[in-house]
């Protein structure tokens, strides 16, 4: 079992930074990939960026690439997001999730087994 909690959202002028933790329980979290996702008000929820157990490999969608950063620190059982240069289309709760290693399908919420309460990220223009 994996308890997630995630921290850092908020409220940023369009082009401010943001950076987002989740905190992970038990003693596995290097056995799980990580990932974040969002869900924005009427709109299904979709995948963000992941990382994989030893950080050495990262995915990212294709409208965060360049200014999102995903990393972990196994030792701190904790993963990050931070978020550069946001948008208002940025606007959403933010997810991070775990799972354990299900094949190529990082971006999909079935390779994901525990998820996180969600925090709010607001961006105004």
């Known amino acids: 079992q994996v308890q997630l909690v995630e921290s850092g959202g908020g409220l940023v002028q369009a082009g401010g930074s943001l950076r987002l933790s989740c905190a992970a329980s038990?003693?596995?979290?290097?056995?799980?990939?990580m990932g974040w996702f969002r869900q924005a008000p009427g709109k299904e929820r979709e995948f963000v960026a992941a990382?994989?157990?030893?950080?050495?490999?990262?995915y990212y969608r294709n409208s965060v690439k360049g200014r999102f950063t995903i990393s972990r620190d196994n030792a701190k059982n904790t993963a990050y997001l931070q978020m550069n240069t946001l948008k208002p289309e940025d606007t959403a709760v933010y997810y991070c999730?775990?799972?354990?290693?299900?094949?190529?399908?990082?971006?999909?919420?079935?390779?994901?087994?525990?998820w996180g309460q969600g925090t709010q990220v607001t961006v105004s223009s």
């Open positions: 999730a775990a799972g354990l290693y299900k094949g190529n399908v990082y971006n999909e919420p079935r390779a994901y087994d525990y």
């Open positions: 038990g003693r596995t979290f290097t056995r799980y990939m």
């Open positions: 990382i994989s157990w030893s950080g050495s490999s990262t």
